[in-house]
């Protein structure tokens, strides 16, 4: 008896989603975020760091309250609109 070997056949390429490509990114993203986070509280920086960044983004929001409430009120009324649609599925 003889043995037939078959040629190795191509394998078609997959295509990879944005998802599939953004997910190992946004993971090494957030494992830096964690080392920055470790960093600052191991040099006692942690809490100064989180006090002027609040008080940069408070800042921001008091130079332009508008935009921030339609942007708030935009967002609230698209996640009641989902949930209504969500309760009558």
Request: a positive charge; one cysteine or more.
């Amino acid at each position: 008896m003889a043995v037939v070997k078959k040629k190795p056949t191509q394998k078609s390429k997959k295509d990879i989603s944005f998802m599939q490509k953004l997910r190992p990114i946004f993971l090494i993203i957030f494992c830096l975020f964690i080392v920055y986070v470790y960093y600052l509280s191991t040099i006692d920086q942690l809490l100064p760091q989180i006090i002027k960044i609040f008080s940069a983004l408070i800042s921001y929001a008091q130079s332009i309250p508008t935009s921030i409430l339609l942007i708030i009120g935009y967002t609230l009324i698209i996640f009641y609109v989902g949930f209504i649609v969500g309760k009558k599925a």
